[in-house]
């Protein structure tokens, strides 16, 4: 069946990625790694996987690219606006008892989430005492989010997010729009750390107060998830919030009694215990 | 082949259903009339709005005698179970009897996408698949149908006649030649006869 000659040679792939790149994909979601695969020998114009894998081999300005095909996800500023307001409604009185703040948003993509937060916390009042750690494995996304530059015609769905978000300010406050561009505010960036780090390969941060990683689990087996919630649990400061996407969840994980429930609906956790 | 556990037989088939605009009356047709006991999972996307919360499970519980639930990310397929696509995620099968949820972008505009659910599904299971493609407005589906035709599973497509939306399960038969077009009633028969 031609099925499993794909599934055999992609395996081969993410071995080869692994051994040669160290970028480990080999627990990943199959289902959609394989869609995505199939998707970029076709657009990047390989008859075969196995194509791709000596080619890749033998060259790797390939690497970016096909990362791009197993990484990059497209959000929207304020996705899901009722996670926004309950961060701000009911995780932001707690944080502002802090003096200073450490928020980690793991596998930033281009950013959208990212300034979604560094608004919210400039609008709360939070962001001069705010640090903000962004990463992501790709370094091509992470330039991206670097930038802070958006297609304008996605910026009428951002601000009706962020208006649903209980926003006390105007997206526009943060942007200049250019050539259909929305070029967003650099000084929004200036605390902001990118880095490049893997939730599959690397350690963990320390002393988060709050970590927001939205639908990056999802593409994971079960025990990759796990992997990453235990980096979660041990770079939460005592009492820091973890929130995770909408259809993701703590339940199934070994790490289960290290967190509470803090907005159940909006997978709003907080650290608790040892 | 038992499962280790003991405690059920292994799934070896699945129903995958899509269905868009007229889709909760003919998706209530049929899964009213399947008995608590069908033998094989049900995964089924219909188009909703991205932002609707999903009443689609509360809507059509009280109706059907299997298990209705939203699908969780990378839980195990049950037989007598029927599970929604969540708004705003496609779902995926994967090849170890699982599902799971992505974020990617929209598919023929749509997240869910019934090409997703199919294409997954033919991937996973190959002629141990059916899938059903039911009334709507859009293309989508036609693909996924037309893999699941070709990896040998079995290919259905609500009669256009009597679809209340005839464009998707025409576009699902031209796609996908192989496939049958039948009346609701007669759908049902085919998914009864298969749990036979």
Same mark, same amino acid.
């Given at each position: 069946?031609?099925?499993?000659?794909?599934?055999? @040679?992609?395996?081969?792939?993410?071995?080869?990625?692994?051994?040669?790149?160290?970028?480990?994909?080999? =627990?990943?979601? !199959?289902?959609?790694?394989?869609?995505? =695969?199939?998707?970029?020998?076709?657009?990047? #114009?390989?008859?075969?996987?196995?194509?791709?894998?000596?080619?890749?081999?033998?060259?790797?300005? =390939?690497?970016?690219?096909?990362?791009?095909?197993?990484?990059?996800?497209?959000?929207?500023? *304020?996705?899901?606006?009722?996670?926004?307001?309950?961060?701000?409604?009911?995780?932001?009185?707690?944080?502002?008892?802090?003096?200073?703040?450490?928020?980690?948003? $793991?596998?930033?993509?281009? #950013? @959208? @989430?990212?300034?979604?937060?560094?608004?919210?916390?400039?609008? @709360?009042?939070?962001?001069?005492?705010?640090?903000?750690?962004?990463?992501?494995?790709?370094?091509?996304?992470?330039?991206?989010?670097?930038?802070?530059?958006?297609?304008?015609?996605?910026?009428?769905?951002?601000?009706?997010?962020?208006?649903?978000?209980?926003?006390?300010?105007?997206?526009?406050?943060?942007?200049? $729009?250019?050539?259909?561009?929305?070029?967003?505010? !650099?000084? =929004?960036?200036?605390?902001?750390?990118?880095?490049?780090?893997?939730?599959?390969?690397? $350690?963990?941060?320390?002393?988060?107060?709050?970590?927001?990683? !939205?639908?990056?689990?999802?593409?994971?087996?079960?025990?990759?998830?796990?992997?990453?919630? #235990?980096?979660?649990?041990?770079?939460? $400061?005592? !009492?820091?919030?973890?929130?995770?996407?909408?259809?993701?969840?703590?339940?199934?994980?070994?790490?289960?009694?290290? *967190?509470?429930?803090?907005?159940?609906?909006?997978?709003?956790?907080?650290?608790?215990?040892? | +082949?038992?499962?280790?556990?003991?405690?059920?037989?292994?799934?070896?088939?699945?129903?995958?259903?899509?269905?868009?605009?007229?889709?909760?009356?003919? /998706?209530?047709?049929?899964?009213?009339? %399947?008995?608590?006991?069908?033998?094989?999972?049900?995964?089924?996307?219909?188009?909703?709005?991205?932002?609707?919360?999903?009443?689609?499970?509360?809507? +059509?519980?009280?109706?059907?005698?299997?298990?209705?639930?939203?699908?969780?990310?990378?839980?195990?397929?049950?037989?007598?179970?029927?599970?929604?696509?969540?708004?705003?995620?496609?779902? %995926? +099968?994967?090849?170890?009897?699982?599902?799971?949820?992505?974020?990617?972008?929209?598919?023929?505009?749509?997240?869910?996408?019934?090409?997703? /659910?199919?294409?997954?599904?033919?991937?996973? %299971?190959?002629?141990?698949?059916?899938?059903?493609?039911?009334?709507?407005?859009?293309?989508?589906?036609?693909?996924?149908?037309?893999?699941?035709?070709?990896?040998?599973?079995?290919?259905?497509?609500?009669?256009?006649?009597?679809?209340?939306?005839?464009?998707?399960?025409?576009?699902?038969?031209?796609?996908?030649?192989?496939?049958?077009?039948?009346?609701?009633?007669?759908?049902?028969?085919?998914? /009864?006869?298969?749990?036979?």
């Amino acid at each position: 069946m031609a099925n499993s000659t794909d599934d055999h @040679e992609i395996q081969l792939l993410l071995e080869d990625l692994f051994q040669h790149y160290h970028y480990d994909f080999r =627990l990943y979601a !199959r289902a959609s790694i394989k869609r995505r =695969l199939l998707q970029a020998r076709v657009q990047l #114009g390989f008859g075969s996987i196995a194509e791709i894998r000596s080619a890749v081999l033998r060259d790797a300005t =390939l690497l970016p690219r096909l990362l791009d095909f197993l990484t990059v996800q497209v959000s929207e500023m *304020f996705r899901d606006p009722s996670y926004f307001r309950a961060l701000r409604e009911q995780v932001i009185p707690h944080l502002r008892t802090y003096p200073s703040l450490k928020v980690w948003v $793991a596998g930033c993509s281009n #950013g @959208e @989430e990212l300034y979604s937060l560094a608004i919210l916390f400039h609008e @709360e009042g939070l962001a001069r005492k705010t640090m903000f750690y962004a990463t992501d494995i790709n370094p091509t996304a992470l330039k991206a989010a670097q930038a802070a530059v958006y297609p304008l015609d996605r910026v009428r769905q951002f601000t009706e997010n962020h208006q649903q978000s209980g926003a006390r300010s105007s997206l526009s406050d943060y942007y200049t $729009a250019d050539y259909g561009r929305a070029v967003f505010d !650099r000084s =929004l960036g200036s605390q902001i750390v990118f880095s490049d780090h893997s939730l599959v390969t690397d $350690a963990a941060f320390g002393e988060m107060h709050l970590i927001s990683c !939205r639908n990056v689990l999802i593409y994971f087996d079960r025990d990759l998830q796990d992997r990453a919630i #235990g980096l979660f649990r041990e770079s939460l $400061a005592r !009492r820091g919030f973890l929130g995770l996407g909408s259809k993701e969840s703590l339940r199934f994980s070994a790490h289960a009694d290290a *967190f509470g429930a803090f907005v159940g609906k909006e997978k709003i956790y907080q650290r608790i215990g040892a | +082949m038992t499962d280790p556990t003991g405690d059920r037989t292994p799934l070896e088939r699945a129903v995958v259903i899509g269905a868009s605009a007229g889709g909760v009356q003919a /998706l209530s047709s049929i899964l009213a009339a %399947l008995p608590a006991h069908y033998p094989h999972p049900i995964l089924i996307v219909l188009h909703v709005p991205q932002r609707s919360d999903s009443l689609l499970v509360e809507l +059509m519980r009280p109706k059907c005698g299997m298990i209705v639930k939203e699908a969780e990310d990378k839980e195990m397929l049950r037989q007598g179970t029927v599970y929604f696509a969540p708004p705003g995620y496609h779902l %995926l +099968m994967e090849q170890t009897m699982t599902v799971a949820l992505s974020t990617d972008e929209p598919v023929n505009f749509s997240r869910p996408a019934i090409d997703v /659910l199919f294409e997954t599904a033919a991937d996973a %299971l190959g002629p141990d698949v059916t899938g059903v493609i039911l009334t709507g407005a859009n293309h989508d589906g036609a693909q996924g149908l037309c893999a699941i035709g070709a990896a040998g599973g079995t290919a259905i497509v609500q009669d256009p006649s009597e679809a209340e939306m005839p464009t998707m399960p025409r576009a699902a038969l031209e796609a996908c030649p192989s496939a049958r077009s039948l009346r609701i009633d007669a759908i049902v028969q085919a998914l /009864l006869r298969e749990a036979a």
